[in-house]
């Protein structure tokens, strides 16, 4: 039975890596941070020139005190108006456009009305209506109808498919109506019975 050291090199190698991999993980729990750790310090008193009491001072304080000279800069409390004024006087010129939409705002143009569109084709007037007035029967119940029509004080007696006024047609007639056409521009009306 074999126990998997015939091959050494490989051995080797799968060693060095897993105490690689050991070594990594280590280092990821600790922060990484290999310095030395600092020597400690006795904390010391200081009097600032602004104020009368003592403060002490820790290692953080100590350490950050060379390292960054603009922060404590920046962290001075006292208000410089010159610096307020100039902000003051900024004034916004925006260039009209909404910052809360992704694209500025397109005008729609209105449309014109139908009679100013470019190329506007007036339509055609429509046609005159047809002035006769339908007044009644004529003729057996059973044989062809013949109706009596009425244009101002002309009275015309006529049956389907007759031309009254040398215009008119008469296509069909109903019990309370006739439908006429006028054979200059086709118009078909329908004339109801009236009484009087």
Known sequence: MKTGTENRVKTGIAAALGILAIVLVV?????GDESPPAPAQTPTVTTSPT????????T????????????????????????????????YKG????????????KIPTPLPPDK?????????????????????????????RIFLLKGEDIFVAKEGDIV????????IGPNSVEVEDVLTNNKQTLPLSMG
């Open 117 to 145: 569109q470019p190329n506007y084709v007036p339509p055609p007037p429509p046609p005159p209506p047809i002035n006769l007035k339908f007044y009644g029967f004529a003729g057996p119940k059973n044989g062809s109808k």
């Open 60 to 91: 953080a304080q100590a350490k950050g005190k060379g390292t960054n000279p603009v922060l404590a800069k920046s962290l001075d409390p006292t208000l410089r108006f010159e610096l307020l004024k100039s902000s003051e006087d900024v004034t």
């Open 27 to 31: 280092r990821a729990f600790r922060g």
């Open 165 to 172: 006024d040398r215009r008119y047609r008469i296509v069909r």
């Open 95 to 106: 260039t009209g456009r909404d910052i809360f939409r992704s694209q500025a705002e397109v």
């Open 51 to 58: 104020t009368s009491a003592a403060q002490p001072r820790t």
